[in-house]
């Protein structure tokens, strides 16, 4: 079998079992966010932190519990890498710098998990398990909150009710996380991946020396963080470490892992605001753009005219054997299209469009299907633009389930769409500005651009993963990072929450012959049509400044 329809089966094999459970993990969320029954687990935790389950949050008091539980889990992360070195399980570290603390708070915080450190050789146990891991859940479970109180903004009317932050943290948490994190763990561990809590061990080498490996609870994390689509690893090395990722079924399935839930994410929508079918066409969208960019950054990595090249099925460059072009190529596609930032390969040895294709991919908002809520919440601002612009073809007032999208509403939805680009942007500017990026770039010209603007990008998406040829672990990047981070996360919260509140407070409009049908394809390649051309035109001259420059000269 050629390594190409390796590639190609293997794509096709993921898209079935992504089939398979769209409709019960979606009707299962759909279910989870809709009860108004509270397991009794869940009760013990309302009562722990003095929250009422059963009181309805406008959209501030709900922003506000996002803010404030956010808040308070930075400022515990931080303080539990500073006082690392008195941990027990430590291994023998030493607390982490002021600086990278809060790189790394900010990180697992906001759904990131931006890396500037070697795992292995910087957090202990305890720092992992009770700090990194717990934040791998609770930050998917608020990215899931925010997207259902904006799909309650849809489905309700006559209400500024968005539903309770608290039950919607804790549900995710405990009813979707949890379970499907450890049945994933299972797995991985029977497919080979290390789950334990050992010490440092020295071990041999084939040609001769030895160098030192530590365990740890690899296997739950790794289920988790990409479960969660959180990204960051045990190891430096990452998802291609063999203690993370042992065999290329392993890679596929943490693939599917990253995938399914925003995938699923879709359905559980359109259950939700009462018609499936508005769910299948923001799921059509997501896979049209997911396939489109897989199937380009496939050709990218396999079309090589040079003999050794060709000899080794395609560009090999910081590739996993086990995982060949086809497997990394999936892999590169799935983790900056969500906010996972895992990666099975190095993207900064990509080819320079196949480089350019992470990074747009990471551009687009990551909404195809992109993080766990975060995605889903995004492409639906993108729907609304959408909308908004069919309404000014035909000169009619922009209608989208239901709901006008006014000035409030398209103020809002556009002040979020320029939120992220702007961040990526000035920081990019203002680090290739200072003296600081060419002692950070171990590339110059247009790749080492290509590096700072990939950091920037990755950090302000919440994506994490990194182009592997940037030292960030200075004081300027792990500041500048830190607040990308931090900003791209709650700013466009706040706007995607008072849009939420301003939708659940109207009166529904009653569909006419005039109104645009947003179930039908023609609206699906309208919506896909938008995104690459407000995508195009915000990055297009800093990509022509790096990818496109350096893939166009080789």
């Given at each position: 079998?050629?390594?190409?329809?390796?590639?190609?089966?293997?794509?096709?094999?993921?898209?079935?079992?992504?089939?398979?459970?769209?409709?019960?993990?979606?009707?299962y969320?759909?279910?989870?966010?809709?009860?108004?029954?509270?397991?009794?687990?869940?009760?013990?935790?309302?009562?722990?932190?003095?929250?009422?389950?059963?009181?309805?949050?406008?959209?501030?008091?709900?922003?506000?519990?996002?803010?404030?539980?956010?808040?308070?889990?930075?400022?515990?992360?931080?303080?539990?890498?500073?006082?690392?070195?008195?941990?027990?399980?430590?291994?023998?570290?030493?607390?982490i710098?002021?600086?990278?603390?809060?790189?790394?708070?900010?990180?697992?915080?906001?759904?990131?998990?931006w890396?500037?450190?070697?795992?292995?050789?910087?957090?202990?146990?305890?720092?992992?398990?009770?700090?990194?891991?717990?934040?791998?859940?609770?930050?998917?479970?608020?990215?899931?909150?925010?997207?259902?109180?904006?799909?309650?903004?849809?489905?309700?009317?006559?209400?500024?009710?968005l539903?309770?932050?608290?039950?919607?943290?804790?549900?995710?948490?405990?009813?979707?996380?949890?379970?499907?994190?450890?049945?994933?763990?299972?797995?991985?561990?029977?497919?080979?991946?290390?789950?334990?809590?050992?010490?440092?061990?020295?071990?041999?080498?084939?040609?001769?020396?030895?160098?030192?490996w530590?365990g740890?609870?690899?296997a739950?994390?790794?289920?988790?963080?990409?479960?969660?689509?959180?990204?960051?690893?045990?190891?430096?090395?990452?998802?291609?470490?063999?203690?993370?990722?042992?065999?290329?079924?392993?890679?596929?399935f943490?693939?599917?892992?990253?995938?399914?839930?925003?995938f699923?994410?879709?359905?559980?929508?359109?259950?939700?605001?009462?018609?499936?079918?508005?769910?299948?066409?923001?799921?059509?969208?997501?896979?049209?753009?997911?396939?489109?960019?897989?199937?380009?950054?496939?050709?990218?990595?396999?079309?090589?005219?040079?003999?050794?090249?060709?000899?080794?099925?395609?560009?090999?460059?910081?590739?996993?054997?086990?995982?060949?072009?086809?497997?990394?190529?999936?892999?590169?596609?799935?983790?900056?299209?969500?906010?996972?930032?895992?990666?099975?390969?190095?993207?900064?040895?990509?080819?320079?469009?196949?480089?350019?294709?992470?990074?747009?991919?990471?551009?687009?908002?990551?909404?195809?299907?992109?993080?766990?809520?975060?995605?889903?919440?995004?492409?639906?601002?993108?729907?609304?633009?959408?909308?908004?612009?069919?309404?000014?073809?035909v000169?009619?007032?922009?209608?989208?389930?239901?709901?006008?999208?006014?000035?409030?509403?398209?103020?809002?939805?556009?002040?979020?769409?320029?939120?992220?680009?702007?961040?990526?942007?000035?920081?990019?500017?203002?680090?290739?500005?200072?003296?600081?990026?060419?002692?950070?770039?171990?590339?110059?010209?247009?790749?080492g651009?290509?590096?700072?603007?990939?950091?920037?990008?990755?950090?302000?998406?919440?994506?994490?993963?990194?182009?592997?040829?940037?030292n960030?672990?200075?004081?300027?990047?792990?500041?500048?990072?830190?607040?990308?981070?931090l900003?791209?996360?709650?700013?466009?919260?706040?706007?995607?929450?008072?849009?939420?509140?301003?939708?659940?407070?109207?009166?529904?409009?009653p569909?006419?012959?005039?109104?645009?049908?947003?179930?039908?394809?023609?609206?699906?390649?309208?919506?896909?049509?938008?995104?690459?051309?407000?995508?195009?035109?915000?990055?297009?001259?800093?990509?022509?400044?790096?990818?496109?420059?350096?893939?166009?000269?080789?």
């Open positions: 079998m050629g390594p190409v329809l390796a590639g190609v089966l293997q794509l096709l094999a993921l898209i079935g079992a992504l089939g398979l459970a769209h409709v019960p993990l979606g009707s969320m759909a279910r989870v966010y809709s009860s108004d029954r509270h397991w009794r687990v869940e009760r013990w935790v309302y009562r722990s932190i003095g929250a009422d389950p059963d009181t309805q949050m406008r959209w501030p008091a709900y922003l506000r519990g996002v803010l404030a539980f956010s808040t308070v889990s930075v400022l515990l992360l931080y303080l539990l890498q500073r006082i690392q070195g008195v941990l027990p399980l430590s291994m023998g570290f030493r607390s710098d002021p600086a990278q603390a809060f790189n790394t708070a900010a990180s697992f915080v906001t759904n990131t998990n890396q500037s450190y070697y795992g292995e050789q910087t957090m202990g146990h305890v720092v992992q398990t009770a700090g990194l891991a717990v934040q791998n859940f609770v930050s998917a479970a608020v990215g899931i909150a925010v997207a259902v109180a904006l799909v309650r903004g849809f489905a309700r009317s006559r209400t500024g009710d539903g309770n932050f608290w039950t919607d943290l804790v549900r995710g948490t405990v009813r979707i996380l949890v379970p499907l994190a450890a049945v994933a763990a299972v797995v991985l561990v029977a497919c080979g991946a290390i789950q334990n809590f050992s010490g440092i061990h020295e071990v041999g080498q084939f040609m001769g020396g030895s160098q030192q530590n740890g609870a690899v739950s994390q790794e289920a988790i963080k990409e479960i969660g689509t959180n990204g960051g690893g045990y190891f430096n090395a990452n998802s291609a470490h063999p203690f993370e990722n042992p065999s290329p079924f392993t890679n596929l943490e693939i599917f892992l990253i995938l399914v839930i925003p699923s994410l879709t359905r559980t929508f359109g259950l939700m605001v009462g018609s499936v079918r508005q769910g299948y066409a923001i799921l059509a969208t997501m896979a049209a753009i997911w396939v489109g960019f897989t199937a380009l950054m496939m050709w990218t990595e396999f079309a090589h005219h040079e003999g050794a090249l060709q000899i080794a099925g395609g560009s090999m460059e910081g590739k996993e054997v086990r995982f060949g072009v086809g497997g990394s190529s999936i892999f590169a596609v799935a983790t900056t299209l969500t906010s996972t930032g895992a990666v099975d390969s190095f993207h900064s040895s990509f080819t320079g469009l196949g480089g350019g294709i992470a990074l747009l991919s990471m551009m687009l908002g990551e909404i195809a299907p992109g993080g766990t809520g975060s995605g889903l919440y995004g492409i639906l601002i993108m729907a609304i633009i959408a909308v908004f612009i069919a309404g000014l073809m000169g009619r007032t922009p209608e989208y389930l239901g709901k006008k999208i006014g000035s409030r509403e398209i103020k809002l939805a556009a002040v979020y769409i320029l939120v992220t680009p702007a961040l990526v942007l000035v920081f990019t500017a203002v680090s290739m500005a200072l003296p600081t990026p060419p002692h950070s770039m171990l590339n110059p010209g247009a790749h651009f290509s590096e700072v603007l990939y950091a920037f990008t990755s950090a302000a998406n919440n994506n994490g993963s990194a182009f592997a040829g940037l960030a672990n200075t004081d300027w990047f792990n500041t500048m990072t830190g607040l990308a981070m900003l791209g996360r709650f700013l466009p919260m706040v706007f995607v929450l008072a849009l939420a509140g301003s939708l659940a407070g109207q009166k529904p409009v569909t006419t012959a005039g109104t645009l049908r947003t179930e039908k394809p023609l609206f699906t390649g309208l919506l896909v049509g938008a995104i690459l051309i407000i995508t195009g035109l915000t990055y297009f001259p800093a990509l022509a400044l790096g990818p496109l420059a350096e893939g166009l000269a080789s």
